[in-house]
């Protein structure tokens, strides 16, 4: 992790004696939006999303830096009554990251409320006494007689310090949300230098960015039965290059992330390289593999190595 040396925060707070700093963990059900907001806060994409629930794995790092404020976000994975080995380490990270932040954000989309999960959330919330707020999302999407109707009733389920009405998608009200955890963050100066915008390795990303891939171009149980992995990133001058595996747990799967001919892999790999182009800012040259790990997401030891 990279820490602001301490010559760094003398001049910052400095220049900014009131100057705010913290940990932000950004919490609720799966598919909420809380990496398409995460994204959108930061100006760059570094937590992949989709239209399918449960795309979030990891905890996922985020630093945001105001001219009086440092925000270091925490992207969890979606909170919900998890049943196999995999589901359970995931929510085990998110709840685990609410422990030791600062402020908690907790997010709902209001087009497709999920009582059960967001119960589990604000029980976890009542156990603890750090500040949080709650942001209701996909409010353009509703009738605003029904967002002041939902306002009215969170405001009666917890003691928000604020709730806000936010597009995470199009940014609509994303900077009042930004202004009202500006005002609950501590005084303290910046944890990560001015030029840092994630703790990640650019290794884990690429991973992250096939991975949301094979979420996209394929379907049913298929998304959630693969990990990735990057075998090598080597930087030469104008090439980056890397190797990854894409691991299915039956031999029919492989068959899918393959496709015909290959197409399909073909696919996943062309658009992964153009985003993680993006990312390095230089020529990518992407190979991805296939392989067959039985059962992977019910054994612990596989969970472990994949970074689960």
């Given at each position: 992790?990279?820490?602001?040396?301490?010559?760094?925060?003398?001049?910052?707070?400095?220049?900014f004696?009131g100057?705010?700093?913290?940990?932000v963990?950004?919490?609720?059900?799966?598919?909420v939006?809380?990496?398409?907001?995460?994204?959108?806060?930061?100006?760059?994409?570094?937590?992949?999303t989709s239209?399918?629930?449960?795309?979030t794995?990891n905890r996922?790092?985020?630093?945001?830096?105001?001219?009086?404020?440092q925000f270091?976000?925490?992207?969890?994975p979606?909170?919900?009554?998890?049943?196999?080995?995999?589901?359970?380490?995931?929510?085990?990270i998110a709840?685990?990251?609410?422990?030791?932040?600062?402020?908690?954000?907790?997010?709902?989309?209001?087009?497709?409320p999920d009582?059960?999960?967001?119960?589990?959330?604000?029980?976890?919330?009542?156990?603890?006494?750090?500040?949080?707020?709650?942001?209701?999302?996909?409010?353009?999407?509703?009738?605003?007689?029904?967002?002041?109707?939902?306002?009215?009733q969170?405001?009666?389920a917890?003691?928000?310090?604020?709730?806000?009405?936010?597009?995470a998608k199009?940014?609509?009200?994303?900077?009042?949300?930004?202004?009202?955890m500006?005002?609950?963050?501590?005084?303290?100066?910046?944890?990560?230098?001015?030029?840092?915008v994630?703790?990640?390795?650019?290794?884990?990303?690429?991973?992250?960015?096939?991975?949301?891939k094979?979420?996209?171009?394929t379907?049913q149980?298929?998304?959630?039965s693969?990990?990735v992995?990057?075998?090598?990133?080597?930087?030469?001058?104008?090439?980056?290059?890397?190797?990854?595996?894409?691991?299915v747990?039956?031999?029919?799967?492989?068959?899918?992330?393959?496709?015909?001919?290959?197409?399909k892999?073909k696919?996943?790999?062309?658009?992964?390289?153009?985003e993680?182009?993006?990312?390095v800012?230089?020529k990518?040259?992407?190979?991805?593999?296939?392989?067959?790990?039985?059962?992977?997401?019910?054994?612990?030891?596989?969970l472990?190595?994949?970074?689960?």
């Open positions: 992790m990279l820490i602001a040396n301490s010559k760094n925060m003398k001049n910052i707070t400095e220049r004696p100057f705010k700093s913290g940990f963990t950004i919490a609720g059900a799966p598919n939006g809380k990496s398409t907001l995460l994204n959108r806060m930061l100006g760059e994409k570094i937590s992949i239209r399918k629930p449960q795309t794995r996922i790092l985020g630093v945001l830096h105001r001219p009086a404020a270091v976000f925490l992207d969890t979606g909170i919900h009554q998890a049943k196999n080995t995999l589901n359970v380490r995931i929510v085990d709840l685990s990251s609410m422990s030791g932040a600062d402020l908690i954000l907790f997010m709902t989309d209001v087009t497709k009582p059960e999960s967001e119960a589990i959330v604000v029980r976890k919330l009542e156990k603890q006494k750090r500040p949080v707020i709650l942001a209701l999302n996909k409010t353009d999407l509703i009738r605003k007689p029904v967002i002041l109707t939902l306002t009215d969170w405001t009666k917890y003691s928000f310090e604020a709730v806000v009405p936010i597009s199009h940014g609509d009200q994303v900077d009042e949300l930004l202004g009202e500006e005002k609950v963050l501590p005084n303290g100066p910046p944890y990560f230098p001015e030029d840092a994630t703790d990640m390795p650019e290794r884990f990303i690429a991973a992250e960015m096939i991975r949301e094979v979420f996209r171009f379907g149980e298929i998304p959630y693969t990990a992995t990057t075998d090598s990133f080597s930087e030469e001058e104008k090439l980056v290059r890397i190797h990854a595996t894409v691991h747990e039956r031999s029919s799967q492989k068959g899918v992330i393959i496709g015909k001919g290959g197409s892999l696919q996943i790999g062309e658009e992964a390289r153009k993680i182009q993006r990312m800012g230089a990518v040259f992407l190979k991805l593999f296939v392989r067959v790990q039985k059962n992977w997401s019910k054994d612990t030891k596989a472990r190595r994949f970074g689960y």
